[in-house]
């Protein structure tokens, strides 16, 4: 129900019930003005986008901490997102109820973050927070998001360069006795670090020569846990290759673990975190100079090998369990050998002879 009369100061008092028996008010200086703001009322109600104007006043804050509470986010995407947003949306944004937040606030935002942090970072901050509107709108809290029309900065994809197979065993060679078989593995598996430093044993077939790749190490603020892979795609049986199983099987010689227990731990016992790893990654790739280099740069030279010896883009896209094929062919693309030498061979083969009838009927035949 819509009304709306004139008051005794002469302004317009328009006035409507929501569906829930709530009133809601404006007062206008003209009665035109006064009835457009009810016909746009009515035809939100009409249409399904009627949204109570009072739904909105909750704070971006308030309401990114519940949306994120009730995600299927795995623990580690979880703990990313709450680091994100504490350190770097809250500040600015965190108090402003969500229906003031306005597509000029998100630009600012998104140029201050691009200041300091990489193309792949404030798109991965902006996504998660155009995800918490998305949500806004479906609940009514809002009636549209703030993020359409806001463009965020696209990351570089640089050019995968291999390294050299020589400074592969330069790099085993520089490493502890205890972390060396980590390396062999992922240069010759291309196994995430995650999926490295949470392998089993009961993970690793000696006999068929197989690694079972399931679990990843989940690494959270005082919890080391196992989780599932990356996505699903990275569930996975990979071929080990001899050098790989000798490798494992010379570290579980001189550091024996239980049959479901970690392969690689660290002195204490306990798996190996990513912050650990690094103490003896960094003076180790600057002792063969390869400062900068990375460990999933190992990924990318076992993916090399794979090409360089034949591999089909399937082949590829199985080991490293990518989730399509676009997506190795995406990285490693320029990997493959050139085909211009096959492509004009096929057709000097089918066109660079012409036929003897073709001869005996051509021009100037009688």
């Known amino acids: 129900m819509a009304s709306i009369q004139k008051r005794p100061d002469g302004r317009w008092r328009a006035r409507y019930r929501d569906d829930a028996g709530k009133e809601h008010a404006r007062h206008f200086a003209r009665k035109v003005d006064g009835q457009r703001w009810l016909d746009e009322v009515t035809a939100s109600v009409v249409t399904g986008q009627y949204v109570d104007p009072k739904a909105g006043k909750i704070t971006l804050q308030a309401y990114a901490e519940h949306w994120r509470e009730i995600q299927a986010h795995r623990p580690s995407t979880r703990d990313q997102v709450r680091r994100q947003f504490t350190l770097h949306v809250y500040p600015t944004l965190g108090t402003k109820p969500l229906s003031t937040i306005r597509p000029s606030d998100l630009k600012g935002l998104v140029a201050n973050l691009s200041k300091t942090l990489a193309p792949a970072t404030v798109t991965v901050i902006y996504r998660h927070l155009s995800a918490v509107f998305k949500a806004a709108v479906a609940d009514r809290r809002i009636a549209t998001s703030p993020c359409v029309g806001v463009s965020i900065p696209k990351p570089p994809k640089p050019r995968v360069v291999p390294v050299e197979t020589a400074k592969v065993h330069e790099l085993v060679a520089a490493f502890p006795e205890r972390f060396r078989a980590m390396v062999t593995l992922a240069a010759g598996t291309g196994m995430r670090y995650s999926e490295v430093a949470g392998l089993t044993v009961d993970r690793v077939d000696f006999l068929r020569r197989k ?96 090409i360089r010896h034949g591999a089909s883009v399937k082949t590829v896209q199985d080991r490293l369990g990518h989730k399509s094929a676009v997506e190795t062919l995406d990285t490693y693309s320029h990997l493959w050998p050139d085909s211009d030498d096959q492509t004009r061979e096929a057709v000097d083969l089918e066109l660079g002879e012409v036929p003897a009838d073709s001869l005996r009927t051509g021009d100037g035949a009688p």
């Open 211 to 306: 690694v079972s790749v399931d679990r990843q190490l989940v690494t959270l603020p005082g919890v080391v846990e196992l989780g599932p892979p990356k996505t699903a795609s990275s569930v996975r049986v990979v071929p080990l290759p001899k050098v790989v199983v000798d490798a494992l099987a010379a570290h579980l010689a001189a550091f024996p673990a239980e049959p479901g227990g970690y392969v690689f731990t660290t002195p204490s016992g306990r798996p190996v975190r990513r912050s650990d790893f690094g103490e003896v990654w960094r003076p180790a790739v600057r002792a063969v100079g390869l400062e900068g280099f990375v460990f999933h740069g190992l990924r990318h030279y076992y993916a090399s090998l794979l």
